[in-house]
């Protein structure tokens, strides 16, 4: 099994920025494809990015690219993501999940680890 535990959500003023954080423990000695999804009250969850296991390759969804940076850390299968111009629509939870594999990172049924969610809140 291995654990993934989010943090740095809060509450920002739109315009500013955040950097989520995610570690992963357990049985973590291989790598992991690790990526970010997000969810609002009454809304599926929704792709946000993902880097692949090696970290050569990084994935966006169109909501957020140019605004948002996935990146691995130094650490195995630790990953940030660093969250700028921030508008109120993208408050929501922010999961951090891994996945076996970098086939497929843009969809849910890819991952097979999931964190428990950080909030983030933008205020207009």
């Known amino acids: 099994q291995v654990q993934l535990v989010e943090s740095g959500g809060g509450l920002v003023q739109a315009g500013g920025s955040l950097r989520l954080s995610c570690a992963a423990s357990g049985r973590t000695y291989r790598s992991y494809a690790m990526g970010w999804f997000r969810q609002t009250p009454g809304k599926e969850r929704e792709f946000v990015a993902a880097?692949?296991?090696?970290?050569?390759?990084?994935y966006y969804a169109d909501s957020v690219k140019g605004r948002f940076t996935i990146s691995r850390g130094n650490a195995k299968n630790t990953v940030f993501l660093q969250l700028n111009s921030l508008i109120p629509e993208d408050t929501a939870i922010y999961y951090c999940?891994?996945?076996?594999?970098?086939?497929?990172?843009?969809?849910?049924?890819?991952?097979?680890?999931w964190g428990q969610g950080t909030q983030v809140t933008v205020s207009s």
């Open positions: 999940a891994a996945a076996g594999s970098d086939v497929g990172l843009g969809y849910e049924r890819s991952y097979t680890y």
């Open positions: 880097v692949s296991w090696s970290g050569t390759s990084t």
